[in-house]
């Protein structure tokens, strides 16, 4: 999946997290619209960026945003992503002042069919939030599609528990924080 980055045109930034600025460019060879994920190749982060590589090349389901290209330098690596027309989902919510009990129900069903998509595969997300679900178009308002995958994290079959601390502080679960055990699952709910 190694591709040359002078194969596309940067539009413009849409995103910026704690790790990574995402920017709105066009495939030049088709012009296709697609999403770049910059991240800055850290000795502190080269485990982490190898992670959410490894779970996007993994999942492939309608609500969960594609993988179609790796690219590498010295210096970053650029996740090449599909493009999400309609913005972050938080925002949505905040422009229409709300959703209806029929979107809610249709918003939430395609949430938890991604959620259980990864979670038959071993997989938690850790940081579902509001900002990291994507709407496919503007004008429709529950077509959505989950995103950023920077604190997932693959339990082995061996053992479905983990111990490390991570997520966005306001939305990560209790468990994550406070339980000396381990957790699993349950946090992405």
Known sequence: ???????????????????????????RPTGTRVAIKAMQKLSSNISRLHAEISVLK????????????????ETHVYLVLEYMQGGELFDAIVTQGGYSESQAVAVTRNI?????????????????????????DSNNL???????????TMLKESCRLTFSKAGTLQYVAP??????????????M
């Open 1 to 27: 999946m190694r591709g040359e980055l002078t194969n596309y045109a940067f539009i413009s930034q849409i995103g910026v997290g704690a790790f990574a600025v995402v920017y709105q460019a066009v495939h």
């Open 58 to 73: 993994t999942v492939k389901h309608e609500n969960i945003t594609r993988l179609s290209e790796v690219i590498e330098t």
């Open 112 to 136: 938890l069919k991604a959620l259980s998509y990864l979670h038959t595969r071993g997989i938690i997300h850790r940081d579902l939030k509001p900002e990291n679900l994507l709407l496919v």
């Open 142 to 152: 529950v077509d959505v599609k989950l995103t950023d995958f920077g604190m997932a």
């Open 175 to 188: 468990e994550v924080i406070c339980s000396d055990s381990g957790y699993s699952f349950a946090v992405d």
